[in-house]
């Protein structure tokens, strides 16, 4: 396979699609009252999340440190309307989501929020262009979204190639396409760099900064790798659910500087 160049060209922004987040270029509010999360009752009742307040504005890059069980991937998870808070509101964009119904639900996930994974999660017999109109398709965009959303990666190039022919950066990249196609508000990383190199890594990360930067994306970077941290606007650190520090950084690192 081949391999990702330290720096992937990004050729274009994506243009708004017709979901709710079209908008997508102002970023989203993100705003936690009084949250918690419990999984089970009881004596073995295991309590993800604590209480969080927590507001992010629109246009910033957070990212969430803290050792696994410390509730980071609950957080996402309760951000991206995928769980329900046990307690509390989430709004998201002005919204509560402890408002909407199952329908509703699904109609913010799949237009207002982009995910990425750190398992690419691409149908291996469809090609680069297909995986993301298949997304692109879901919100009544077609091919020319998709292509745009691969040249915005730099893979404008790969459209017709499957993803055993491509390299793990670049599938992650076809990912992250197919998350932005929708032009989403908010975007949701959970470990998007987990099972990458040093220097694909860092092209993954320079392709969602410059995406968050250039789109004004709201962006939760969820991650155990407190190296990425140097590159957020902020910076959260969770342990047994709750936020027990808070940072902001005037001067984050550049995505290439990041090292691990």
């Not at 002005?94 to 999660?121: C, H, K, M, P, S």
Request: proline share 5%.
């Amino acid at each position: 396979m081949t391999q990702d160049p330290v720096q992937a060209p990004v050729h274009s922004e994506v243009p708004a699609g017709p979901g709710t987040g079209a908008a997508g270029k102002s970023g989203a509010v993100v705003q936690l009252e009084g949250v918690t999360r419990t999984f089970g009752a009881g004596a073995v009742a295991v309590h993800a999340l604590r209480g969080l307040d927590l507001t992010i504005e629109a246009g910033q890059f957070v990212v969430v440190l803290g050792p696994s069980g410390s509730g980071k991937t609950t957080l996402m998870n309760v951000v991206g309307g995928i769980e329900s808070p046990t307690s509390g509101r989430v709004v998201v964009g002005g919204r509560d989501l402890a408002g909407l119904d199952d329908r509703e639900l699904t109609t913010y996930r799949r237009e207002d929020v982009g995910f990425i994974f750190q398992f690419f999660n691409l149908v291996p017999t469809l090609t680069a262009g297909e995986n993301v109109a298949l997304v692109a398709e879901l919100i009544g965009a077609g091919e020319a979204e998709a292509r745009a959303s691969l040249d915005a990666v730099g893979l404008g190039d790969r459209m017709d190639h499957f993803p055993s022919a491509m390299s793990g950066g670049e599938q992650q990249r076809v990912a992250i396409a197919r998350a932005i196609v929708k032009s989403p508000a908010l975007l949701l990383c959970d470990e998007p760099t987990g099972s990458l190199d040093l220097d694909t890594g860092r092209v993954v990360l320079g392709v969602i900064h410059r995406l968050a930067r250039t789109g004004g994306r709201t962006v939760l970077l969820v991650t155990h790798n407190s190296a990425i941290a140097a590159m957020a606007d902020r910076v959260l650190r969770l342990r047994s659910g709750a936020i027990v520090e808070d940072i902001l950084q005037t001067e984050p690192t550049r995505p290439e500087e990041v090292t691990w």
